[in-house]
Nanobody, 111 residues
Framework: QVQLVESGGGLVEPGWSRRLACKTS????????MGWYRQAPGKEREFVAS???????NYSDSVKCRFTILKDTRKNTLYLHMNFLEPEGAAVYFC?????WGQGTQLTVSS
């Protein structure tokens, strides 16, 4: 069973940046698709960004040009760099690799 542990959430002011991390329990090389999703209170879980086996990046329109997804193969960690955060970005952020999900990390965007 693959374990995913997210970190990096917390309180950030609008316009600031934050980096989320997702540590995998197995080598990151074995996964085909890796991604980040988020779920705001009262809303459905939605796609944020993904990275496929050929390192092709995909982003939702709402975060394109502000967020960057990348992986560190030495640390078996997936990252989500978030810039110019907006209050609408407040949510629980989940990491997903293939069919596995993490428990999520809460991000609050507020002044």
């Amino acid at each position: 069973q693959v374990q995913l542990v997210e970190s990096g959430g917390g309180l950030v002011e609008p316009g600031w940046s934050r980096r989320l991390a997702c540590k995998t329990s197995e080598s990151i090389w074995k996964f085909n698709t890796m991604g980040w999703y988020r779920q705001a209170p009262g809303k459905e879980r939605e796609f944020v960004a993904s990275l496929d086996g050929s390192d092709t990046e995909n982003y939702s329109d709402s975060v394109k040009c502000r967020f960057t997804i990348l992986k560190d193969t030495r640390k078996n960690t997936l990252y989500l760099h978030m810039n110019f955060l907006e209050p609408e970005g407040a949510a629980v952020y989940f990491c997903s690799v293939d069919v596995y999900w993490g428990q999520g990390t809460q991000l609050t965007v507020s002044s």
